[in-house]
Nanobody
Framework: QVQLVESGGGLVQPGGSLRLSCAVS????????MGWYRQAPGKERELVAD???????NYADSVKGRFTISRDNAKNSVYLQMNSLKPEDTAVYYC??????????????????WGQGTQVTISS
């Protein structure tokens, strides 16, 4: 069974920084794309940033120049460095990964897995 565990959320003042981490565990053959999504109250979940296994990145316009996504393939982990945070960045942030499990009912087939979410609140 594959699991994604996020950490690093919290409460910070506007202009502050946070770093989110997400580690994938389980019987994994490979991980292709990894990314971060967020969902604010009353809004739909939206893509924040994603990164391919080769390191190509993609960002939402609202976070370009402020957020940086990175990954450590050896650790099956993805990170989101968030700088110059704004109140409108307040949301639950979810880790996402396209994974090919090595075993189980989905063995050797790509699945999409989600973390449980971590709250990020930007407020003075």
């Amino acid at each position: 069974q594959v699991q994604l565990v996020e950490s690093g959320g919290g409460l910070v003042q506007p202009g502050g920084s946070l770093r989110l981490s997400c580690a994938v565990s389980g019987s994994i053959f490979s991980i292709t794309a990894m990314g971060w999504y967020r969902q604010a109250p009353g809004k739909e979940r939206e893509l924040v940033a994603d990164i391919t296994s080769g390191g190509s990145t993609n960002y939402a316009d609202s976070v370009k120049g402020r957020f940086t996504i990175s990954r450590d393939n050896a650790k099956n982990s993805v990170y989101l460095q968030m700088n110059s945070l704004k109140p409108e960045d307040t949301a639950v942030y979810y880790c996402n990964a396209a994974i090919i499990p090595r075993s189980g009912v989905n063995a050797m087939r790509e699945i999409t897995a989600w973390g449980q979410g971590t709250q990020v609140t930007i407020s003075s």
